[in-house]
Structure formats: structure tokens, C-alpha cells
């Protein structure tokens, strides 16, 4: 699941950000009809991030006369889904995720990308797999990835964790697994762990899993996993669940120890990182945590002296896949100039290099933007992580049908971490609530 700050603060912001069906009209102020310079572009991300994106493409629009509508949501898949069945179309769609897109480029709404873009600039600069997040089945490009976040990055504090060991990022699980049981072994614990996130308690459960089924089973399975193409309990899958017991979960391996993991809250659960003696050492999440409301003030205020960051490795130092994810801009006014050239700007290394110096929250799905374009050490390791990716693969569950992916997949990893059913039963309940 893409996971946000915004989203902790999604209920005040929804009445604010809703939008009104005027807004997005089928006349000329939006929709497939729309053929003026005045466009307007929906999208789900807001507060901070929303205002950083639109300082950035403001100026540029301006000297293209083009007027945008900027129209911020909380709530967007929900009023995305209203607005196309009411044919009350916005110009522009950034999507947080690939199946709600994937659903309404189905309805033929969607303009194919392919004659919009340079397709084989994309091809030579974007992420390896970034492109196949956009596309439909059958290939066809509707969507591309306009920013992008790391989900698999392992942060430690830098001086504590030398102490204990950690003096470089494990190159492949084999060394990952030893250098837990070396922390373990001093009676130190290695791992932080949560995901208590009130209604969506579970959902890095759900993130851990897709890291280790792409990392032990490369980006073919688990795409075919994802897309149901394999049973959800393929015994791939149990191996994976069986390799983060062994990993994580074990006694001794986890912060508060296994029954507290599902009431440590997501946001806060790598903070013992910090206490002297540390709680525990090292901390899988996404790239979002560095921002403010997460680690604490006296940490974000000297963060690349602080934490150190290391991707989770794959089984040979060769191998480097990337879990991640990130926002997908979509066009459905096909025939109008304007939105054409808004969306080949969003595309391109000049929009997400002025992103990446403007937002210390934004990663490029381009590599061709320059590191020293990160405003930190530590928003450059991000960065570099993503870009050596061997194989980039989007977050599964925000692929996967609601009920599996934001339903049984949470649910049921919740009551395995918990100890209310072992793992095969888990993965069994899960196939099971996969729509037929």
C-alpha cells in the first residue's frame, strides 16, 4: 500500500479538498471535450506535497499559457470513480494506484499514451518495470509514473549500529539473516517492527511479504502472483511467511517481542532506534518516514548524521530488486494540446529534477535526474537505491482487488503476526476471499 503522512490526515482534509461536479464538468473547463488552454488535473495527494507540486508546475504552465485547475483530493479513488461514471472527466488523472486506473482505462475513457509520449526516451530513463505499472493487461500504456517511493529501504542508527556490528548493508539475505543472529546473540534486539494503523492496521505486514516474494522469487512470479495468475497460497508464498518468522519474528529478533508488533503503530515503530541503549536496530519502511511527524525532531534535524539507510538485499549481491510505488498520471482529454504538453512535462527530466530540489519527500521515477538534484544525503540514498534496482516492481496490494488487497491481505497478516492462526491458514482464508 502506498503510505503517505497525508494520510493520517486524510478525514480533515477530504471536506476541504472535495471536489464539486462543476469542477470537473464535461464542458470546457475539463473532460474529453475539453480542447481549451484551461485544463484541469485531479489528483490524491495534498497538504504540503500538494502545494510543493504546484509551486513547481505553476511557473512552467504560465509560460506555456496554460491555465490549470488544480484539484486535490483525499478522497480519490472514490470521486475518480463518481466523475467517470457521471462523464464529468477531468483533463489530467494522477492515480495512487495501478488497479483503480487499470479498471477505468477499461471503460475506454483513458487516452493510449503511446502517441503522446516519447516512448523510447521512457523506455531508456525510467525504472526498470516502472513503464509496465501504467499499462493495462495487454499492454497498452494509459498511465506513467510521474514520482516514485522506495519501500524496501532498512534504516539504522549509524552510530549505535556500528557498535553493534552494522557498519555496511548486508549484500544478499544470507548475510541479512547472519547479521540478525550476530545482534540477537549479544542479547540486543535487532529488528523494529508495527502495523497498528488504525483501519489499515496490517498493511506493512502486506509490504514485507511482496518485498521477500520479489526478492526470493524475481519480478515474473511475482507479477503472476499479483495478478492471480498463481494462487495467492502458492507454497512460494508460505516459504516467504516462513522466511520473515525466521527473520523477524523470532524470539529475541523484534522490538516488545512478536504479540506487540500489531499494536506498534507504523509511524513511530522504528523510534527505539534512538533510546539509549537502542530498542532495537534496524527498521524496514518506505522513503516517507524522513519526513516531519515520524522520527523525532532532534533525529529529522540532523538525519544524514543520524540514520544510515541500506536497501534490503536480494539472494546474490548481484541482485538488487526494488519494491515501490509512487503516482501514475493518466490523460483522458486526448484531443486537447494543452493537457497533452502538461502531461509530457510531468513525464520529463526537466519536471522531476525542479521536483526532486524542491521536495525532500520526492523520489524521480526518471534515472536520468541528477543525484545532487536530492536535497540530502539521505534523499540521495533513496535515490541511488531505486536506480540500481535490478528488477522495480509496484506494491502488490495496491494491485490486488479491494477485498484482498486493502481487506484479507491486511486482515489476515494481522492475525498471523498475532498468534491467532499459523501461516498456511492465513494464505488459505486469503485465496479464498479472492473474487471470482
Not at 135 to 152: F, I, P
Not at 155 to 160: Q, R
Not at 212 to 230: E, R, T
Not at 322 to 331: E, F, R, W
Request: proline share 6%; with cysteine; hydrophobic share 40%.
Amino acid at each position: 500500500m502506498r503510505i503517505r503522512p497525508t494520510v493520517k490526515a486524510a478525514a480533515v482534509l477530504g471536506a476541504a479538498a472535495a471536489l464539486t461536479a462543476g469542477c470537473l464538468s464535461s464542458g470546457g473547463g475539463g473532460g474529453s471535450s475539453n480542447t481549451g488552454n484551461t485544463i484541469t488535473m485531479m489528483y490524491g495527494f495534498t497538504g504540503n506535497q500538494s502545494d510543493d507540486f504546484q509551486a513547481v508546475v505553476k511557473p512552467w504552465a504560465q509560460k506555456n499559457n496554460i491555465t490549470i485547475n488544480f484539484a486535490p483530493t483525499a478522497d480519490f479513488n472514490n470521486l475518480i470513480n463518481t466523475k467517470v461514471a457521471a462523464n464529468q472527466l477531468p483533463d489530467i488523472a494522477i492515480f495512487p494506484q495501478p488497479g483503480i486506473m487499470r479498471t477505468i482505462s477499461a471503460t475506454g475513457k483513458l487516452a493510449d499514451l503511446s502517441s503522446v509520449l516519447t516512448m523510447s526516451d521512457l523506455q531508456s530513463n525510467m525504472l526498470p518495470g516502472a513503464l509496465k505499472a501504467g499499462q493495462n493487461d495487454s499492454g497498452t500504456q494509459y498511465a506513467v509514473l510521474v514520482s516514485a517511493n522506495v519501500k524496501n529501504g532498512v534504516y539504522f542508527p549509524k552510530k549505535a549500529a556500528t557498535a553493534a556490528g552494522l557498519t555496511q548493508g548486508p549484500q544478499t539475505m544470507d548475510q541479512l539473516q547472519q547479521l540478525t543472529n550476530t545482534i540477537a546473540g549479544t542479547g540486543r534486539t535487532p529488528w523494529c517492527f508495527g502495523i497498528e494503523a488504525a483501519a489499515a492496521t496490517g498493511w506493512p505486514a502486506t509490504d514485507w511479504v511482496e518485498d521477500l516474494m520479489v526478492i526470493n522469487n524475481g519480478s515474473d512470479v511475482y507479477n503472476q502472483w499479483v495478478q492471480h495468475k498463481i494462487p495467492f497460497n502458492d507454497p512460494r508464498v508460505l516459504s516467504v511467511l516462513n522466511q520473515l518468522d525466521q527473520l523477524v519474528l523470532a524470539n529475541g529478533h523484534v522490538n516488545g517481542g512478536r504479540n506487540a508488533v500489531a499494536s506498534n503503530n507504523f509511524g513511530t515503530a522504528g523510534n527505539p532506534m534512538f533510546d539509549n541503549p537502542p530498542g532495537c536496530f534496524m527498521y524496514r519502511q518506505g522513503n516517507f518516514l524522513t519526513q516531519a511527524g515520524f522520527f523525532p525532531k532532534a533525529v529529522l534535524s540532523d538525519l544524514d548524521n543520524t540514520v544510515g539507510v541500506f536497501p534490503m538485499p536480494g539472494k546474490t549481491a548481484e541482485s538488487k530488486p526494488v519494491l515501490g510505488g509512487g503516482d501514475l498520471a493518466g490523460l483522458f482529454s486526448a484531443n486537447n494540446d494543452s493537457a497533452k504538453k502538461v502531461l509530457q512535462y510531468l513525464t520529463s527530466s526537466e519536471f522531476q529534477t525542479a521536483m526532486a530540489k524542491k521536495a525532500s519527500w520526492y523520489l524521480a521515477p526518471r534515472k536520468d535526474v541528477p543525484l545532487d538534484s536530492y536535497p540530502s544525503k539521505t534523499s540521495q540514498n533513496f535515490a541511488q537505491i531505486q536506480n540500481q534496482a535490478t528488477e522495480w516492481v509496484f506494491d502488490g496490494s495496491d494491485q490486488m482487488p479491494g477485498a484482498v488487497g486493502s481487506g484479507s491481505f491486511w486482515k489476515e497478516m494481522t492475525a498471523w503476526i498475532s498468534g491467532q492462526e499459523d501461516a498456511k491458514t492465513a494464505l488459505d482464508k486469503i485465496e479464498a476471499s479472492w473474487p471470482k
